[in-house]
């Protein structure tokens, strides 16, 4: 990724308004391509709702989005539906992002479908998804409740690949796996982006799992973000007391370090 090359997504100066609440506030962000950036926060922060303003899920009261130098603000129709070839996501929840009553073929195939790609075409593409999720051709003949969570995210991870995107919302991807498999799925992230070049906004409430992935990592809270720059910066030295707590607050996995880890936490906490 070249330092001079143009940002793939602008977010200018974004608000979203739920009725009287306002979920985003002046939000301004650039992801460059073959980037990954990260968005953390807590619960309710406005992470998520982000994402959706991106996919066109919310809509933005002000402000600007764009995508390669186009306006997709308020894109509608025909013209939001060509944008998903381009950007595409990764939900949360690997047991309810795949519809348990198609085959994981039928599921792969419906965004080729749709775009107008034969079924013989569709299927070749699927197979090569498959293969670089490290999951078996002959997958396309089982059903979701077939596979872990593990597998079934590897498979929502090759739906989002289908259309070979240049962009992917990654929203909470890896919070509802345990962290063996949650570690695994990150290096498949890491190896995917150098094997294709996609970007990713990468949405975590740990700064333990962007600081393995992420270039860059903003850090929202009420709706406002507090802080980005590099990665390994916010991730292990963070200026803003808020981004401080949510450092304290992510496990480690020796239990002398997470006991002074917690100690500090709660100075900062009390603060």
């Known amino acids: ?49 982000l994402g959706k303003a991106i996919l ?18 308020r894109l509608r129709g025909r013209a939001r539906r060509n944008l998903a070839q ?15 009553a198609m085959t994981i073929g039928q599921i792969l195939a419906e965004p080729l479908r749709v775009a107008g790609v034969s079924w ?15 999951l078996p051709a002959e997958s396309i003949e089982r059903y979701p409740n077939e596979f872990s969570g593990g597998q079934r995210q590897r498979i929502a991870i090759a739906r989002a690949l289908v259309r070979r995107p240049r962009l992917i919302i990654c929203d909470e991807p890896v ?7 949650q570690a695994t799925i990150i290096d498949l992230f890491i190896e995917l982006q150098r094997e294709t070049g996609v970007a990713y906004l990468f949405v975590s409430h740990d700064l333990g799992v962007v600081r393995r992935i992420c270039h860059r ?6 709706g406002e973000i507090l802080e980005q720059g590099p990665g390994e910066q916010v991730t292990t030295a963070p200026a803003q007391p808020y981004s401080q707590r949510l450092l304290m607050a992510s496990p480690v996995a020796d239990p002398d370090a997470q006991a002074e880890r917690r100690e500090e936490w709660l100075k900062i906490r009390a603060a």
């Open 56 to 73: 066109g899920l919310a809509d933005a009261s002000s402000g600007t989005i764009r995508f390669d130098g186009q306006d997709i603000t």
């Open 120 to 134: 013989a075409e569709a299927k070749a593409t699927i197979i090569e998804m498959l293969g670089r999720v490290r």
């Open 1 to 49: 990724m070249s330092a001079a090359s143009a940002p793939l997504l602008t977010v200018e100066n974004v608000d979203v308004h739920y009725g009287k609440f306002q979920a985003l506030k002046n939000i301004s962000l650039e992801i460059s391509p073959g980037e990954c950036m990260g968005l953390v926060g807590e619960s309710g922060s406005g992470k998520s709702t």
């Open 217 to 222: 990592v903003a850090v929202m809270y009420k």
């Open 86 to 100: 381009s950007i595409q996501v990764v939900f949360q929840d690997p047991y309810g992002s795949l519809d348990p």
């Open 175 to 181: 919070s509802a796996l345990d962290l063996t498999t």
